[in-house]
Each structure stands twice: as structure tokens, then as C-alpha cells.
């Protein structure tokens, strides 16, 4: 799936160019959206106590983004292990199509206690949205 966006002035720095910590917020921004379109809002699942921490993320700038410039950000479900899970991400410009940035995002289930929390027993309608998302999700 993907989501567009513009790029505003406050992301770049004093050349024009977009500052790489707003790369990870994009990514944020289209696994929200994501959620979203899968008819699975983050906010229902913390309405169902469930928390998603992320334990880790990737980033590999490839070419500048620049003010004014429009992306398409990528994202698809690039493995699910019950528990464990990460999301995979490509940036690009939505009028040349060149591809900006590529990156990753490992989160986890947890409830509000912290606790690992088994969404295929707990919260089938979860998994299955998560698992039909991608016809590539590898299954542990």
C-alpha cells in the first residue's frame, strides 16, 4: 500500500533538503495510514489494549528530498512471527518515481503490562488483516 505526502519547509534543514529523522516519521505516518487502510486503526488497537513499541529501524538514503517535493511512501508487511513483526518501507518521488530512501521498522505485541500478547489466538481479526496484507509474509 501506499501513502503520498508533500514535504513541508520545517523538515528541511538550510540547503532545501529534507533532514533524515523526518524519513522515520514518514515511515510512522504511512504504517498509521497503513493500519488504516487494513481497517485496523492503531487506535483500535490501543482501544483493545494492545501496544505495538518499535524495537528498531532502518534507514538507507539513497537521493535528496528536497521542499516542495511530493513522495509516495511504500509500505507492505515484510514479516510476521505472532508475536514479532516488521514493516518495509520505499520512499519515492511521485512524479519521477526515483526511489529517495528504503527502510525497516521491527515492532513487537505487547498489553498494557507488557506483556508479548499472541494476536492470531488473542486477536484474529488482527492477524488476519496483517496476513492478507502481503502475499510474501513469511508465518512462524
Known amino acids: 500500500m501506499s501513502y503520498t505526502r508533500k514535504v513541508f519547509y520545517y523538515e528541511t534543514d538550510q540547503m532545501?533538503?529534507?533532514?533524515h529523522s523526518n524519513y522515520i516519521r514518514w515511515f510512522e505516518e504511512a504504517?498509521?495510514?497503513?493500519?488504516?487502510q487494513m481497517n485496523y486503526p492503531y487506535a483500535r488497537m490501543?482501544?483493545?489494549?494492545i501496544i505495538s513499541p518499535v524495537l528498531s529501524v532502518e534507514c538507507e538514503y539513497l537521493s535528496m528530498v528536497h521542499f516542495g517535493d511530493t513522495v509516495v511512501?511504500?509500505?507492505s508487511v515484510e514479516e510476521f512471527k505472532m508475536v514479532?513483526?516488521?514493516?518495509?518501507?520505499?520512499?519515492k518521488d511521485?512524479?519521477?518515481?526515483?526511489?529517495?530512501?528504503?527502510?525497516?521498522?521491527?515492532?513487537?505485541?505487547?498489553n498494557r503490562d507488557g506483556k508479548p500478547v499472541m494476536i492470531?489466538?488473542?486477536?484474529?481479526?488482527?492477524?488476519?488483516?496483517?496476513?492478507?496484507?502481503?502475499?510474501?509474509?513469511?508465518?512462524a
Do not use: M, W
Request: glycine content about 8%.
Open 120 to 139: 492470531k489466538k488473542q486477536f484474529p481479526e488482527l492477524y488476519l488483516a496483517l496476513n492478507v496484507s502481503e502475499g510474501n509474509v513469511s508465518e
Open 46 to 49: 490501543e482501544q483493545e489494549g
Open 94 to 110: 511521485a512524479i519521477t518515481g526515483e526511489i529517495r530512501c528504503k527502510g525497516r521498522t521491527r515492532h513487537c505485541f505487547l
Open 73 to 75: 511512501v511504500e509500505v
Open 16 to 19: 532545501g533538503i529534507v533532514h
Open 31 to 36: 504504517r498509521i495510514d497503513f493500519l488504516e
Open 84 to 91: 514479532k513483526y516488521s514493516f518495509s518501507y520505499v520512499v
